[in-house]
């Protein structure tokens, strides 16, 4: 509309700003700042709270606002991508979006506690499909968020394997080679000692049991070849993965 007033928080296209590199009143600062001054106050020595404040306001404080900053540009620019490919997606209203803003706050507190790649990615795949509209119950959300900051990204590699076993071509040719044998012959197939140990194998198919997101407890049964290449996720394991998927495949 002809001279309508353009949102404070939007540029001329009507996109959302980047996220603000510095923001000294986040928790993360607080929860720093409070030990510096916890320090400062019951040091004997004249002088020492200035220099300790110093040491943690540097090497403590400032690499956890640098951690935060980089998370929320990476929502930021995940939101403006949702926006520039989905007609129907209008960020203005997500400040109305509980479930968003609940997402945010839960996987904000997780972000900051991670530096690998791997799991920043999956904590800010799932806020971007809540923001695109999933839909998952309070509890749904929070497990799923404990995951990712549970499991490594072996875990999750793992996962994506038992659900679609046919998508791995080295799963398909062992399967192909076999008359009879154990699926976990397959599985291993795709994931050779190189990669992940036995060990660590069996630790990682044994979690994904207990927390209901596969059945592994006949892989090492003897079958024929109607097994080889049989899902073994769950529901549950399924929309984990849904969770945690990227929201817009195929970019770039």
């Known amino acids: 509309m002809e001279g309508a007033i353009q949102d ?7 996109r959302l700003p980047p996220y603000p590199e510095k923001d000294g009143r986040s928790g993360p600062y607080h929860v720093a700042r409070t030990a ?6 019951i040091t004997l020595i004249p002088g020492a709270g200035y220099a300790i404040g110093q040491i943690v306001e540097r090497f403590v404080a400032e690499p956890l606002q640098k951690r935060r900053d980089k998370w929320f540009t990476k929502v930021g620019e995940g939101l403006r991508d949702l926006q ?16 968003f803003i609940s997402a945010v706050a839960e996987a904000t507190a997780a972000a900051t506690r991670t530096a690998k790649q791997e799991k920043i990615e999956a904590l800010r795949n799932g806020v971007l499909n809540i ?18 900051e549970r499991f490594s990204p072996a875990h999750i590699q793992v ?22 044998g154990a699926q976990m012959s397959v599985l291993e197939a795709a994931l050779p000692a190189s990669v992940i140990s036995p060990g660590a194998l069996d630790r990682v ?7 209901g997101l596969a059945d592994t407890n006949s892989m090492m049964a003897m079958g024929t070849s109607g097994v080889f290449l049989a ?22």
């Open 8 to 14: 404070e928080g939007e540029d001329e296209e009507g």
């Open 36 to 41: 510096i001054d916890a320090g400062a106050a």
């Open 159 to 180: 996962l994506k394997l038992l659900a679609a076993p046919s998508s791995s071509p080295e799963m398909r040719q062992k399967a192909s080679q076999m008359m009879a």
């Open 231 to 252: 899902k073994r996720s769950t529901g549950i394991g399924d929309s984990f993965l849904q969770f945690i998927a990227d929201p817009l495949p195929g970019q770039g």
């Open 205 to 211: 198919l044994s979690d994904l049991h207990r927390e």
């Open 84 to 99: 520039a490919r989905l007609q129907d997606f209008d960020p203005s209203k997500l400040d109305e979006n509980d479930d």
């Open 131 to 148: 923001a695109k509209g999933l839909q998952l119950d309070d509890v749904l959300r929070g497990i799923f968020f404990g995951y990712i």
